[in-house]
């Protein structure tokens, strides 16, 4: 049974906790930004297991609670000493939750991105993620909160839901904004409930902020900025033959390396005889019986006109589930030297990747040796 001695003692620990949080405020929060995002790296390995998608949904709730009780502390719903003592902490928590929502999100995004076609997306989730940690004002706010949650929970919908009805498409992003938006609607109705005014001082911030960001991601999603999630390019590379193996492998014939070329399975110069031809090769992660198409789309840069020409599309079905990714391959014969890059894209264009190489036409066949992917 508590004491009056007892409490006091635990009054006075939480008070020097508080003190040395707040003395120590920016270095804790940035080790805890290094050791979160260090720990998401390791710990969310695919899109479509239960445990990666449990932690996200975890910092979900955390989020919503953090959200419920500042509002409810800042209300003057929350009463007692040790509500006093602890209230100034909540919108810690949503700081907390949302950093390691965006860190998560990043790591699935980042994966999936292909630099060339998503930077723009992928900078907006590095300037939460970094800037999360001088947030902290702004999350005693409430239109502020909403609306950083609805970009959080819009972002998890828009790989979750393919995840979980094993399709990919418009109509399953359309979906999951549909869900977010109503999510969002009843989140601020409950809220409102309780604590009516909070909200209706609020209410055109809200608006502004949640429709705004609606807006934005969908002007993303239709111009091809977002990421193609939940899909993700593996492995790809340019080779001088690709034959799949009986064991289900694929055996590639390749130029040697150069040292610096050590981050590629592949020699970026490619030496091509007459009547030679170029193989491309990718592996595409798609979640469990998820199946789609991707397409291989091959360029060819005109050094005359100074810019890259679309010369061929190759589409192949894949089916999710396998570690590696769904392997396959396109060729290509009576290939001009030059410049050359392959985009793997969606259907709808997204790029989940593109590499670039040199076709240099030669006399003498070029030294050889055999790999397996």
């Known amino acids: 049974m508590s004491t009056p001695q007892t409490m006091k003692k635990f009054y006075n620990q939480l008070e020097k906790g508080k003190n040395f949080f707040e003395a120590h405020y920016r270095h804790l929060m940035t080790l805890s930004f290094l050791v979160g995002f260090t720990i998401d790296n390791l710990t969310l390995t695919r899109i479509d297991l239960l445990l990666d998608n449990l932690i996200l949904f975890t910092y979900l709730i955390i989020a919503c609670a953090g959200i419920v009780a500042t509002n409810f502390f800042e209300a003057h719903k929350l009463k007692g000493s040790l509500f006093a003592r602890i209230g100034p902490f909540f919108p ?29 997306f992928l900078v907006v989730l590095v300037g939460l993620l970094l800037g999360n940690e001088f947030f902290e004002k702004y999350y005693r706010k409430l239109a502020f909160q909403v ?50 005014s909070r909200v209706r001082e609020t209410t055109k911030s809200l608006i502004t902020g949640v429709g705004g960001i609606f807006f934005a991601i969908n002007i993303f999603y239709f111009t091809n900025i977002i990421p193609p999630l939940p899909l993700s390019l593996k492995d790809a590379g340019v080779y001088h033959s690709v034959k799949r193996t009986p064991g289900g492998e694929y055996a590639v014939q390749y130029e040697p390396r150069k040292w610096y070329q050590f ?8 030496h091509l005889t007459e009547g030679g031809a170029v193989y491309f090769y990718s592996a595409v992660f798609a979640p469990t019986a998820l199946g789609t198409h991707i397409l291989h789309r091959w360029w060819y840069y005109d050094e005359i006109a100074e810019e890259w020409r679309e010369t061929d599309k190759v589409r192949f079905p894949i089916v999710g589930g396998a570690d590696g990714g769904y392997r396959g391959f396109s060729t290509k014969s009576a290939v001009v030297p030059g410049m050359w890059r392959v985009d793997v894209i969606t259907e709808r264009g997204q790029v989940l990747g593109r590499e670039t190489f040199m076709i240099i036409k030669t006399e003498d066949s070029p030294a050889l040796e055999w790999g397996i992917l």
Do not use: E
Request: without cysteine.
């Open 92 to 120: 810690l928590a949503i700081q907390f939750a949302l950093g390691g929502l965006f860190s998560g999100l990043f790591v699935f995004y980042s994966r999936s991105a292909s630099l060339a076609g998503s930077w723009l």
């Open 147 to 196: 609306s950083v949650l609805f970009f959080a929970f819009f972002s998890f919908a828009i790989f979750f839901i393919p995840v979980i009805l094993k399709t990919f498409g418009v109509w399953t992003f359309v979906l999951s904004g549909v869900i977010s938006i109503l999510f969002i609607a009843f989140f601020v109705r409950a809220l409102g409930h309780f604590i009516p």
């Open 263 to 270: 981050y590629k399975s592949y020699n970026d110069s490619f």
